[in-house]
């Protein structure tokens, strides 16, 4: 555990820091409201900002790392890592911090992650929320992948030119200018038409600060869940599941949950018909009331 560590009662609204260290990495964490625990995993420094001050009102939200977003031992090779080590990951926060049973909530493919943790380590997760989380992800040989038949099929002309201009805008000159963090930033805001309801938007905000470790993002994007399908994972989810998914996410389309809903048998499916990859922040009140819905339904049926 690191230094910074504060603990903090479940029903106490304060904001709390720290580290939770584990084998090749210090995940940060950020603990802000009050209410049930819920672990949001990804990162400590952008996800605070996506969901909104009011939710805090009514659960304890422990915003947390994972290795790709952490501090991370150079010497520690990505080889090492597995999906189950993410799962690992997630059981250390849980226990070092004593949350007791939690709510897992996991924005892109961290949902997918949270999802496999539920599916080897049940007993502690009351339940998983995904939040424009991929089911499935096609090998290196498919193409057109699902996502890009999606986005060919049903996104405006509009938006297409928007994400065109956008792409244009990264030349080889402005590539070679950037460091590599910063062009993986760069190229991930170029996207913002395929993320967002608003096809304008600038996420460049959220971006502030977060800094992704480069050799984990590629184990786990181009290794671990390349390709990965949700169905074909061995051993069963147990635990409820709220699967919150934008309309217009072309990154992660909802087209992708038609052909997989049956993995989970004791689920709630959600589409948000204004929001893109991050229903948070595209329709607050809208997730928000989705969200403690379906949580205050998990405390009636434990009685």
Not at 66 to 92: K, N, Q, V, W
Not at 268 to 281: D, I, K, M, V, Y
Request: with cysteine.
């Amino acid at each position: 555990m690191g230094e910074e560590k504060v603990v903090t009662a479940h029903n106490e609204a304060q904001v709390n820091a720290g580290v939770v260290e584990v084998e090749g990495a210090r995940l940060r964490y950020v603990i802000e409201g009050q209410g049930q625990p819920t672990l949001v995993i990804g990162s400590s420094v952008f996800y605070p900002r996506v969901f909104s001050q009011e939710l805090r009102e009514h659960l304890q939200l422990i915003f947390v790392d994972l290795r790709h977003f952490a501090a991370c031992d150079p010497a520690f090779s990505p080889d090492r890592i597995s999906i189950e080590t993410y799962g690992d990951d997630i059981e250390h926060v849980r226990q070092d911090l004593g949350l007791g049973d939690v709510i897992v909530i996991g924005p892109s493919l961290a949902g997918t992650i949270a999802l496999e943790h539920s599916r080897s380590r049940p007993k502690h997760v009351r339940g998983v929320v995904t939040v424009g989380a991929p089911p499935y992800r096609p090998g290196p040989d498919e193409s057109p992948t699902p996502s890009e038949r999606f986005w060919e099929a049903d996104a405006s002309e509009e938006r297409k030119e928007i994400f065109a201009r956008r792409m244009g805008e990264l030349t080889p000159e402005v590539r070679a200018a950037l460091s590599p963090v910063d062009l993986f930033v760069r190229s991930f805001m170029a996207m913002d038409p395929k993320s967002w309801f608003d096809p304008t938007y600038d996420s460049s905000w959220l971006w502030d600060g977060v800094v992704p470790d480069l050799a984990m993002i590629g184990r786990v994007y181009d290794e671990l869940f390349k390709p990965y399908d949700l169905a074909q994972r061995p051993g069963k989810i147990t635990v409820p599941v709220l699967v919150v998914h934008g309309r217009y996410d072309y990154l992660a389309p909802y087209t992708l949950w038609e052909e997989r809903r049956h993995v989970l048998p004791r689920h709630t499916f959600a589409l948000l018909e204004r929001s893109g990859h991050t229903p948070p922040l595209d329709e607050p009140e809208r997730f928000d009331e989705t969200l403690l819905d379906w949580v205050h339904g998990l405390q009636d049926s434990s009685g």
